[in-house]
């Protein structure tokens, strides 16, 4: 188990440095990094390029987190069948790191909520309704991203540690805190990540959707 859930990170981390914005833009002659906010994700890269680039790039980041966990889902299924939820989180998060800080680019990417979301789907598909809903809801009332972005990663906490506590993932034992933990993980990351767009929310300075960053 343990050669299983480093095998998962690992690979998810190289999955996870696919950077498909970075990659879109350097086919259109830009560093998206070196434009808007800075960084690599879908929010900036529809911002600087437009919808096309936004959504080719959310899906990509979209898929490679998806494909990754199915991949370790179907590896550990037969042998590991009770705590296979917690290997494919592993892949999920390994995942949302190589995004977040892919070696090949000084470890300056995105800040994972396209791949948090492929996790989510890949995982935890249950609690992609309620979270959908949330992200709508804030960006169409607030035009906030990044409010709609962090309430996702709090509805997935919530959702998963209790499903997972109703029996409903099929987890047992001492795995299913581990499983709680590892989803811990994922909020904390992802509310770190947003710490800038937290405070210019509460300064009342945030970027607004369809607003170029400042």
């Not at 498909?20 to 890269?45: F, L, P």
């Not at 804030?138 to 540690?161: H, K, M």
């Not at 409903?168 to 993980?185: K, N, R």
Request: charged share 10%; glycine share 12%; aromatic share 14%.
């Amino acid at each position: 188990m343990i050669l299983a859930r480093i095998l998962a990170l690992v690979c998810g981390y190289f999955f996870g440095t696919f950077q498909t914005g970075y990659i879109y833009g350097k086919c259109h002659g830009i560093d998206i990094r070196e434009h808007g906010s800075g960084n690599s994700g879908t929010t900036n890269t529809l911002r600087t390029l437009g919808w096309k680039a936004g959504a080719v790039t959310f899906l990509g980041d979209l898929f490679k987190a998806i494909i990754v966990v199915v991949i370790f889902h179907f590896i550990y299924i037969n042998t590991y069948p009770e705590c296979v939820k917690c290997i494919e989180l592993y892949a999920g998060f390994g995942a949302v790191l190589g995004h977040n800080f892919p070696w090949f680019l000084k470890f300056k990417g995105g800040k994972g909520i396209a791949c948090t979301a492929g996790v989510i789907l890949a995982v935890c598909p249950i609690a992609a309704p309620v979270c959908l809903i949330l992200f709508v809801w804030a960006v169409v009332i607030t035009r906030y991203v990044s409010l709609g972005s962090i309430l996702v990663v709090l509805a997935y906490l919530v959702q998963a540690v209790i499903f997972n506590h109703m029996g409903w993932l099929g987890i047992t034992g001492a795995y299913a805190v581990e499983f709680d933990v590892l989803v811990a993980c994922f909020t904390a990351m992802a509310v770190w990540r947003h710490k800038a767009n937290i405070k210019r929310l509460l300064n009342g300075t945030e970027n607004k959707f369809g607003q170029k960053a400042e």
